[in-house]
């Protein structure tokens, strides 16, 4: 009987088809992908790729910037269900009400939110951009950033730049403790703390690197001062992390309770099987309606222009379309 990969594989070459698939995700199906990395670089290849078909092993919001980018794409997810927490956590109605208070203002979101959310924001950015983006931002315009709290936060300190943030956060990144981070820290004196922004910033200040995915990689990659890594981010960065650096010794940060809260729920959805069932049937495609997705795609453009130092053109206020 051929294994499920071969099967993969298969369907792969029958339908000219692409996985994506982002460093949350269980190795068996980062080692199916043609491409893994972080949600910037997922929607940068996205948007170059020549086939028609597009799998995002990740979660939808990733599924649905490809699409927003690459329209004449068919993009297949392995489950509609696999959400996020941040998504959730900005509803439009809500966060249309919170723009509209502040018209005057620049609105950068996070991409981890919805098409919706998007097509009322001036310019999108991730974990591994957001401080070129908002140094990309005049000086004399207010920034509004959601839906990520710790994100924002920690940008703002970094930069001296004051901004209204969105109260959102990541359920996974959040239920890391920093007491016990502090306890493990003494354990291993010569380890280094990685973190990612979406923490809290009491598990950030024992941080020695804060970074987007990628950039943890890096440093466990690069850093050959150490050996011994204390990873506050999701565990499925593990499988790459031992690829680059196999005599690394990585300790996952700790969380509250006794829970695998450093699982993300939602990126831990998609099995090999409902990648080859989604490559069967070509469903659960990916669709945005496409009055919202001209506008939500402004706000990927402005991101990736600012990102490959093109410059961009800012709105004077906001308006409803
Ligand atoms: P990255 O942009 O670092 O890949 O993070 C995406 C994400 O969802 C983190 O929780
Ligand atoms: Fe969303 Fe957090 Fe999961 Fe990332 S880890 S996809 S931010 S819930």
């Known amino acids: 009987m051929a294994s499920i990969e071969s099967e993969i594989r298969e369907l792969k070459k029958k339908h ?10 269980d190795g068996d199906i980062q080692d ?46 392995p489950d509609r269900r696999a959400g996020c927490s941040l998504v959730d956590s900005s509803p439009y ?24 959310v998007k097509s009322i924001t001036d310019v999108c950015v991730t974990s591994s951009n957001a401080e070129k983006i908002i140094n990309a931002i005049p000086k004399d315009r207010r920034i509004l950033f959601g839906p990520d709290r710790n994100l924002g936060r920690y940008i703002s300190k970094k ?29 291993h004196p010569n380890a280094l703390v990685i973190a990612h922004p979406e923490c809290d910033e009491t598990v950030l200040k ?6 987007a995915t990628s950039r943890l990689l890096a440093e466990v990659k690069d850093n050959k001062t150490t050996n011994e890594f204390i990873v506050a981010t999701e565990d499925g960065i593990f499988h790459q992390m031992r690829k680059v650096r196999p005599d690394a010794v990585l300790v996952q940060a700790p969380a509250e309770g006794s829970c695998a809260c450093n699982q993300c729920p939602y990126m831990k959805m998609n ?4 990648i080859r069932n989604a490559l069967q ?28 130092g093109r410059p961009v053109e800012w709105p004077d206020r906001f308006t409803v379309h």
């Open 281 to 308: 049937t070509l469903e659960p495609q990916v669709n945005v309606d496409p009055k919202l997705s001209a506008l939500a795609r402004v706000s990927l453009d402005r991101m990736l222009a600012i990102t490959d």
């Open 206 to 211: 024992y941080a020695d690197v804060i970074g």
């Open 271 to 274: 099995t090999l099987e409902k």
């Open 93 to 116: 109605d809500k966060y249309l009400a919170w723009r509209q208070a502040y018209p005057d203002a620049i609105c950068v979101s996070y991409v981890n939110s919805s098409a919706a």
């Open 16 to 25: 000219n088809a692409v996985i994506l698939a982002h460093y949350y995700e």
């Open 32 to 77: 199916v992908a043609d491409h893994v990395g972080d949600s910037l670089f997922l929607a940068q290849v996205g948007k170059t790729l020549d086939a028609p078909v597009v799998l995002m092993a990740g979660v939808v919001f990733m599924a649905e910037s490809v699409k927003l980018l690459s329209p004449e794409k068919t993009v297949l997810v």
């Open 159 to 187: 930069l001296g730049r004051e901004m209204i943030l969105w109260p959102g956060a990541c359920e996974v990144h959040i239920l890391f403790s920093a007491k016990k981070l502090f306890e493990l820290k003494e354990q």
